[in-house]
């Protein structure tokens, strides 16, 4: 149950409408369902000898303003309360007396009509649709005071998710005022007529948020901003220093034909100029990268590369999320720009539901914890890297990282939902929860060609080493894991296994090491996960076909896992791709 609240000053106005035809949406037997008072005139039901709706809406108006012209000049210019109230696609036909409860309740939670209280405002409810209603109320009380009204929106919204629990509609999260403004009424009709599949405002929020992912500085993310498309337009102070930015889309113009532009602090809380200053100032991506032993081999692309540099990253994120550290928060905003960058250049079979886990995630990285420690360089680094190093072609290699990358993902954002779950961010842990659902259909698009290869490849093995290695698994992991069910995944980690040890490395314990990485879990499938951490801890091709590489002369496992844990130099250089025009992307989901 979705409220909505607006302000205005025309009471007749907006009863005009509402008894009306309908601007967009047919209104169908438009009627009171409540009132002040319960007497109110309803012209769409007005069963009086000779009725006129026009004159029982006169009446009606007259009613609901006759405080407000009492009051004079003491009355609020903008008098008139209006809030529409509407029931999710799912739910159940409200009747009448029903939606009049509704009204009636959240009359009095925002405070307008007090229960008991003979002085409320004037109000009614008018319903001209199955799943919703209006209501109307003018701000003067009957001692020609002004109701007190503070934090009307956050109050109905609480009432709402009372009412829903008790009426048996779908509970909707409750928020806690870090959500991006949602566009208007106006902005979602100028979209339609226009064919846009999505408004300007949504168009805009995600090309900033790609602009500054992995952005070295303000003049990188200014230039980004440019290269995509969009207008912009930058505010300075006299010294010359910028102290705010706007946007707008081309051709997206306001009825005097000028450009609808919108600050950054309008289109998402953390997309205003102080809050990117501040993240480009902690998370400064100044050459900070994974090593060799992370980053796979020297021949591999840098896409490939970029991506394994990035897993490892991003396994180091989930820990730090388990950890349940308020500094954790800080790692969000990291995972968002990293989302943000493999959606902007993975393979095109996998595009649409990573762009839809980065846009759902979007909601997860903003809330009212603050990181002390905010130090996000490497993940953003990692971020970088992949822009830098431009689309991955969805084959071999690059193809299989990906897949490596968003099985790693699949956990972090999983972490990421327990982290806002123990805070009771609900809204945040629900989107975390569709990110990690997003994700898996994207890892499975991605992971088919080389998962098959390897199940072929593991079923190919001699009859005795096969058995050795089913027989390795069983002992590490717990028999949840390796049930009948599930031959065909043992397959592909027996192969993984066989691999590693042709590379030079002992099997049992690097499948110790890639077990105790971290939880398991929450794995859709465990083998999947010790497949794709097997093969990036011994550097071998994320697509089987490739041929793997036996560890270097005098390089031990001690060596290579303390490698891991370092920092050297930065991404590899390589031409970011040409930025896509914002406006050309699939619908939202």
């Not at 629990?165 to 409750?174: A, I, S, T």
């Not at 032993?293 to 180091?316: H, L, M, N």
């Not at 890892?443 to 009859?463: C, D, N, V, W």
Request: net charge positive.
């Amino acid at each position: 149950m979705v409220p909505k609240i607006r302000r205005g000053s025309r009471t007749h106005g907006l009863l005009v409408y509402l008894y009306g035809p309908g601007k967009r949406d047919e209104h169908t037997d438009p009627h009171l369902v409540g009132s002040w008072d319960g007497f109110a005139p309803d012209p769409g039901r007005d069963t009086s000898p000779d009725p006129d709706p026009k004159v029982t809406l006169a009446r009606l108006a007259a009613a609901l303003d006759l405080r407000v012209k009492q009051a004079g000049t003491k009355a609020p210019a903008e008098h008139v309360w209006h809030c529409s109230v509407r029931t999710d696609p799912g739910d159940r036909t409200l009747t009448d007396a029903e939606w009049n409860t509704v009204a009636l309740r959240l009359v009095q939670a925002v405070n307008l009509a007090p229960d008991g209280d003979p002085d409320g405002c004037r109000w009614v409810a008018v319903r001209h649709a199955d799943d919703h209603i209006h209501i109307l109320a003018t701000m003067v009380r009957g001692d020609l005071r002004r109701p007190r009204m503070n934090y009307d929106f956050k109050k109905a919204q609480a009432e709402c998710r009372r009412i829903e629990q008790e009426m048996d509609l779908r509970q909707l999260k409750p928020g806690d005022g870090t959500g991006a403004k949602t566009p208007t009424s106006a902005e979602r009709f100028k979209a339609e007529r226009t064919g846009l599949t999505e408004t300007p405002r949504e168009t805009l929020r995600e090309a900033v948020r790609q602009a500054v992912a992995g952005a070295a500085g303000e003049a990188e993310f200014f230039t980004r901003l440019r290269e995509a498309g969009l207008r912009v337009k930058l505010r300075h102070a006299p010294s010359g220093d910028v102290l705010g930015y706007t946007v707008a889309l081309p051709g997206d113009r306001n009825r005097d034909h000028e450009p609808v532009w919108f600050a950054g602090s309008t289109l998402a809380p953390d997309l205003s100029y102080p809050k990117i200053q501040r993240r480009l100032a902690d998370g400064a991506t100044d050459a900070v990268t994974m090593p060799e032993a992370d980053s796979g081999r020297s021949d591999w692309s840098p896409s490939a590369r970029g991506r394994r540099t990035a897993t490892g990253i991003a396994e180091r994120a989930a820990t730090l999320l388990d950890s349940d550290d308020d500094d954790a928060a800080a790692q969000l905003v990291g995972v968002g720009e990293l989302l943000d960058a493999v959606a902007q250049t993975s393979p095109a079979a996998t595009r649409a539901e990573l762009g839809a886990a980065a846009r759902s995630f979007e909601r997860a990285t903003r809330s009212h914890v603050r990181a002390e420690r905010a130090d996000t360089r490497a993940i953003r680094s990692a971020a970088r890297g992949i822009i830098q190093a431009g689309s991955a072609l969805g084959r071999g290699e690059d193809g299989g990282t990906t897949a490596m990358l968003v099985s790693t993902l699949v956990l972090v954002a999983l972490a990421a939902a327990r982290w806002h779950s123990a805070r009771g961010h609900a809204q945040q842990a629900e989107a975390s929860r569709q990110t990690a659902e997003h994700l898996r259909a994207a890892y499975r698009q991605a992971a088919a060609a080389p998962m098959q290869a390897l199940r072929e490849q593991g079923r190919a093995l001699p009859e005795a080493q096969r058995r050795t290695y089913e027989t390795t698994i069983r002992a590490a992991l717990p028999e949840n894991s390796t049930r009948a069910d599930t031959n065909t995944k043992i397959d592909a980690l027996a192969a993984t296994l066989a691999q590693t040890e042709q590379a030079g490395h002992d099997p049992k314990a690097l499948l110790q090491e890639a077990i105790a990485m971290r939880e398991l879990d929450t794995a859709d499938d465990v083998n999947d996960v010790l497949v794709w951490r097997l093969r990036r801890l011994a550097q071998l091709p994320a697509h089987p076909g490739e041929a793997a590489r036996r560890p270097q002369a005098g390089t031990g496992r001690a060596k290579s896992v303390a490698n891991r844990t370092g920092v050297r130099t930065g991404p590899p250089a390589a031409t970011r791709p040409a930025a896509p025009d914002p406006r050309n992307r699939p619908p939202r989901r």
